[in-house]
Nanobody, 121 residues
């Protein structure tokens, strides 16, 4: 499976962006799709995920109420709508296909190339 993000850019605080991730095929064996981000000098962190089993969503506390994840399986696109952006949202955002690891934890294992989001005050 191949993943390709788009939609990143530069905005001011309070602005909005919508990220898209096109995937080459629907992954029936995966546990979900997700968005991660990595800021300079920090580890990659999960921003949001959507379960392939029941469509339930998970959000990092820092983005709850501001970001919305959605998925269009017919078009094979994953979205992340980001509103009320803050400077601390600045990072490279990665789309990921998620699979259960040996501990049965759903985690990103197949990655896109990333798209830069920069929020300035």
């Amino acid at each position: 499976v191949q993943l390709m993000e788009s939609g990143g850019g530069s905005v001011q605080t309070g602005g909005s962006l919508k990220l898209s991730c096109s995937f080459s095929q629907y992954i029936f064996s995966g546990c979900g799709m997700g968005w991660y981000r990595q800021a300079p000098g920090k580890e990659r962190e999960l921003v949001s995920s959507i379960s392939s089993r029941d469509g339930s969503t998970v959000y990092a506390d820092s983005v709850k109420g501001r970001f919305t994840i959605s998925q269009d399986n017919a078009e094979k696109v994953l979205y992340l709508e980001m509103n009320n952006l803050k400077t601390e949202d600045t990072a490279v955002y990665y789309c990921a296909a998620m699979f259960e690891n040996s501990a049965l934890i759903c985690e990103g294992q197949v990655w896109g190339q990333g798209t830069q989001v920069t929020v300035s005050s």
